[in-house]
């Protein structure tokens, strides 16, 4: 059997087209998402035939525990969605070392996305600094973008890390909230309201204390 050299590494001869299993095994072995492009790349096939595998892989793994997460052009496998409770319950036995704040913090998060630092302490009633810090230290959060108000703060919304650790395909899959917990889907915040100068100027700052507040 003859043999193809890449980066120094003897690579088999293809003797079929790349499949659904081709690329299962090759998520399987990558410890990080790969890219649509990225994973083409790897199996040597164009686009629109990676879409294809793609999609008969989401077919295959139908039903069992695991599930092909996708996340923006970001695919990984995970543990599906009907397996939260199981993986839920490690995190509960030690799995997740993080206190009460951080977990809280990641459920407005993931709720209201994306959300200011200023947003989540007003639904939270208590300084969001060191949850935030946790969150983005462990890659359940990243900022996203800049709400267009005065000082323009980030904006914070759940990774692929997130779907991962909690075992779910998508945030469609995140449960329904209940009781007063669902209150937090439908607050108005303050926090996150347009003020004044934004609403009725778009140009800058005509003091040296409003370039203060408005500058990054």
């Given at each position: 059997m003859s043999t193809e050299k890449r980066a120094g590494v003897a690579l088999p001869e293809r003797t079929h087209p790349a499949t659904a299993a081709d690329?299962?095994?090759l998520l399987f072995v990558v410890d990080r998402p790969l890219t649509r492009k990225e994973a083409a790349k790897l199996l040597e096939v164009d686009r629109a035939a990676f879409d294809r595998l793609a999609s008969e892989l989401q077919s295959t793994l139908a039903g069992r525990g695991i599930t092909l997460l996708t996340h923006g052009d970001e695919l990984q496998?995970?543990?599906?969605?009907?397996?939260?409770?199981?993986?839920?319950?490690?995190i509960g036995t030690g799995g997740s070392d993080m206190t009460a704040a951080p977990l809280e913090t990641l459920t407005v998060i993931a709720y209201r996305q994306p959300v200011t630092k200023a947003g989540i302490e007003e639904i939270r009633g208590v300084d969001?600094?060191?949850?935030?810090?946790?969150?983005?230290?462990?890659?359940?959060?990243e900022e996203v973008d800049r709400l267009e108000t005065a000082g323009r703060p980030h904006r914070y919304a759940t990774t692929m890390e997130?779907?991962?650790k909690f075992g779910l395909a998508s945030l469609g899959d995140l449960p329904p909230l209940e009781g007063d917990a669902a209150s937090i889907l439908s607050l108005q915040l303050s926090s996150e309201?347009?003020?004044?100068?934004?609403?009725?100027?778009d140009e800058g700052p005509t003091t040296p204390a409003g370039e203060g507040a408005l500058a990054d």
């Amino acid at each position: 059997m003859s043999t193809e050299k890449r980066a120094g590494v003897a690579l088999p001869e293809r003797t079929h087209p790349a499949t659904a299993a081709d690329l299962e095994a090759l998520l399987f072995v990558v410890d990080r998402p790969l890219t649509r492009k990225e994973a083409a790349k790897l199996l040597e096939v164009d686009r629109a035939a990676f879409d294809r595998l793609a999609s008969e892989l989401q077919s295959t793994l139908a039903g069992r525990g695991i599930t092909l997460l996708t996340h923006g052009d970001e695919l990984q496998l995970t543990s599906g969605p009907e397996q939260a409770r199981a993986v839920m319950a490690w995190i509960g036995t030690g799995g997740s070392d993080m206190t009460a704040a951080p977990l809280e913090t990641l459920t407005v998060i993931a709720y209201r996305q994306p959300v200011t630092k200023a947003g989540i302490e007003e639904i939270r009633g208590v300084d969001a600094d060191y949850a935030l810090r946790v969150l983005l230290e462990r890659g359940l959060v990243e900022e996203v973008d800049r709400l267009e108000t005065a000082g323009r703060p980030h904006r914070y919304a759940t990774t692929m890390e997130f779907l991962r650790k909690f075992g779910l395909a998508s945030l469609g899959d995140l449960p329904p909230l209940e009781g007063d917990a669902a209150s937090i889907l439908s607050l108005q915040l303050s926090s996150e309201e347009p003020s004044p100068v934004d609403a009725t100027s778009d140009e800058g700052p005509t003091t040296p204390a409003g370039e203060g507040a408005l500058a990054d």
